[in-house]
């Protein structure tokens, strides 16, 4: 079955790195477009990043482009986020999703990880 | 960019109650990208319907979904214990851009 699997997070202080892992397994990885969405405690949900199957293309929301990466190694089925000069407003929950769509799109989010929270704090 | 509303924010019901939670979005979308997820405390999100209407396998047909314009319902026919969550919709675009509603909360009266 289809199982993704997060890891990485933990308490970091303001301005530090931190570098998220999603490990899948019980599909074909490298076929699918991947996504990161957050949420924050008590809060909604906020997409991310998303990076296309074979890596030729990513995609930010504006809160984080030009802190965080995606990327993927399709050899691990394994998916990363490096995120840098955090901010406290980056503290949330993170998951990584599965997109389900065309080549370079995703109509949505049919199987998601169990989250990995960071917390930005001094 | 697209902005998701959606109403109410909080409900609460009785098992049996018929549900139903309307999601709008800020200008006309296609109905293809409009879909709905189910999150209980502590659990990730869980597809329940995509494309509007189209349930996702496995998920019980209690639960539907309908466009009419910018709107977007989810109806729950018949509540069950199992159902107290809280609902997002989400919307997908070309550019690309994916945008969650603020939730709806469905609570035990």
């Known amino acids: 079955q289809v199982q993704l699997v997060e890891s990485g997070g933990g308490v970091v202080q303001p301005g530090r790195s931190l570098r998220l892992s999603c490990a899948a397994s019980g599909f074909s990885f490298s076929s699918y477009g991947m996504h990161w969405v957050r949420q924050t405690p008590g809060k909604g949900l906020e997409w991310v990043a998303v990076i296309w199957y074979d890596g030729s293309k990513k995609y930010y929301a504006d809160s984080v482009k030009g802190r965080f990466t995606i990327s993927r190694d399709n050899s691990k089925n394994t998916l990363y986020l490096e995120m840098t000069s955090l901010r406290a407003d980056d503290t949330a929950a993170y998951y990584c999703?599965?997109?389900?769509?065309?080549?370079?799109?995703?109509?949505?989010?049919?199987?998601w990880g169990q989250g990995t929270l960071v917390t930005v704090s001094s | 960019d697209i902005q998701m509303t959606q109403s109410p924010s909080s409900l609460s019901a009785s098992v049996g109650d018929r549900v139903t939670i309307t999601c709008r979005a800020s200008?006309?979308?296609?109905?293809?990208?409009l879909n709905w997820y189910q999150q209980k405390p502590g659990n990730a999100p869980k597809l329940l319907i995509y494309a509007a209407s189209t349930l996702q396998s496995g998920v019980p047909s209690r639960f539907s979904g309908s466009a009419s314009g910018t709107d977007f319902t989810l109806t729950i026919s018949s509540l069950q214990p199992e159902d107290f969550a809280t609902y997002y919709c989400?919307?997908?675009?070309?550019?690309?851009?994916?945008?969650f509603g603020p939730g709806t909360k469905v609570d035990i009266k």
């Open positions: 989400q919307h997908s675009d070309s550019t690309p851009l994916f945008t």
């Open positions: 999703a599965r997109g389900v769509g065309s080549a370079y799109s995703t109509y949505y989010f049919d199987y």
């Open positions: 200008q006309s979308i296609s109905s293809n990208y």
